[in-house]
């Protein structure tokens, strides 16, 4: 905790926000940020994962670590808002975000009692409030902003961390969390938004749109969790697993209710989770909400327009 304080202060981050209406945005886009992450932990049931029911394939996780885990980053969140819609030099940007994050891991390890909780969350998520905070737009133009950041060379970063993602990119030759950046996110603009509003328009109930949606994601995604946890079997056998419940139909079906319930018994006896698949479920529900907000302030405009016969700006 001193850690973190004395490396935003260091960045000239404590600084209260200004109490206006864009520092009210920055502090939202953090709130957004982290319940986001709470309706992740708490989406129920999630195969191999952690949930309301319990610790998933995990031995070290609980749902109450990964919401008191979530909460601990609201400073790190608020800062790459404030540095996102602040600065307009992206090297600079980048390195600055590079340091709240890896100042953010430190709080996360800090608030769990040195548990990884949400190290690949604090990454997509900070990179996508990042790029949210340059201005407000659509989930595509947010996740190519943030693909665009990801790109940059961050020269302060530790030229090899030793985390269990890294490794698996180098032996099994995959892109994991920081190929899934650098190509802006598609797993979540081009599957998981997509699947969520099918299966909402098809008239499914929220947790069912989104769990379709987490399945939607680890049926395709190179998840290093996986793979450093099982190797390509284990890859493959979450992946098949996924397929089949959405070939039944997905999870508002009874048959494919059976498939998850199977494809969960299978990564708990493996010791599977998709943790990586979790995070980007994570970052579809920021970018969904943030569409969401912005749709409700046009329709308000509008209604204000409309109720005065004028222009509100
Ligand atoms: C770029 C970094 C994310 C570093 O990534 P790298 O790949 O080098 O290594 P890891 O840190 O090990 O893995 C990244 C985590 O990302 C998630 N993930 C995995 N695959 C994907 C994917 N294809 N797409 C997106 N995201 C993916 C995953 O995170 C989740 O799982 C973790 C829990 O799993 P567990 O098996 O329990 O792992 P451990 O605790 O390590 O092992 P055990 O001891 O339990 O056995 C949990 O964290 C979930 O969130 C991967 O783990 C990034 O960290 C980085 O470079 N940061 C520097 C700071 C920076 O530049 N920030 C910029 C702005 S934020
Ligand atoms: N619900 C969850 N269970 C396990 N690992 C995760 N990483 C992010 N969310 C997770």
Redesign the pocket.
């Known amino acids: 905790m001193t850690t973190l304080r004395n490396t935003l202060h260091d960045l000239s981050l404590t600084a209260p926000v200004p109490v206006d209406l864009a520092g009210a945005r920055l502090a939202q886009l953090a709130d957004l940020a982290i319940t986001a992450l709470v309706d992740e932990a708490m989406l129920t049931p999630k195969p191999g994962l952690v949930d309301m029911r319990g610790s998933g394939a995990?031995s070290?996780?609980s749902w109450l670590l990964m919401c008191r885990s979530a909460h601990a980053l609201r400073p790190a969140f608020e800062a790459?808002a404030h540095a996102g819609a602040t600065m307009t030099d992206l090297p600079a940007l980048r390195q600055r975000?590079?340091a709240?994050?890896?100042a953010?891991?430190a709080q996360m390890m800090d608030a769990t009692g040195g548990?990884?909780?949400?190290?690949?969350?604090?990454?997509?998520l900070?990179?996508l409030v990042?790029a949210a905070a340059q201005g407000s737009a659509d989930a595509r133009t947010i996740a190519a902003r943030a693909g665009a950041l990801a790109r940059l060379n961050?020269p302060a970063?530790p030229a090899s961390?030793g985390?269990?993602?890294?490794t698996a990119?180098r032996i099994y030759c995959v892109?994991?969390?920081?190929?899934?950046?650098e190509a802006a996110f598609p797993?979540v603009t081009d599957v998981a938004l997509p699947m969520l509003h099918t299966a909402r328009g098809r008239g499914e109930a929220e947790n069912v749109a989104q769990l379709n949606a987490l399945l939607a994601v680890m049926a395709d995604?190179?998840?290093?969790?996986l793979l450093?946890?099982g190797g390509p079997a284990a890859l493959a056998a979450a992946q098949t697993g996924a397929q089949a419940v959405l070939a039944a139909g997905g999870v508002g079906t009874g048959v494919g209710r059976a498939a998850l319930r199977e494809l969960d018994a299978d990564l708990l006896a493996r010791g599977l989770?998709p943790?990586?698949a979790?995070?980007?479920l994570a970052a579809t529900l920021l970018l969904d909400r943030l569409a969401r907000r912005d749709q409700r302030t046009t329709e308000q405009l509008q209604a204000t327009e409309a109720q005065h016969g004028t222009t509100a700006f």
Do not use: F, P, Y
């Open positions: 995990h070290d996780l790459m975000i590079g709240i994050g890896r953010g891991e548990v990884n909780t949400h190290r690949g969350a604090i990454w997509a900070g990179l990042t961050d970063a961390t985390n269990k993602g890294e990119r892109g994991g969390a920081r190929g899934q950046a797993h995604l190179d998840d290093t969790c450093a946890r989770s943790g990586g979790a995070d980007l």
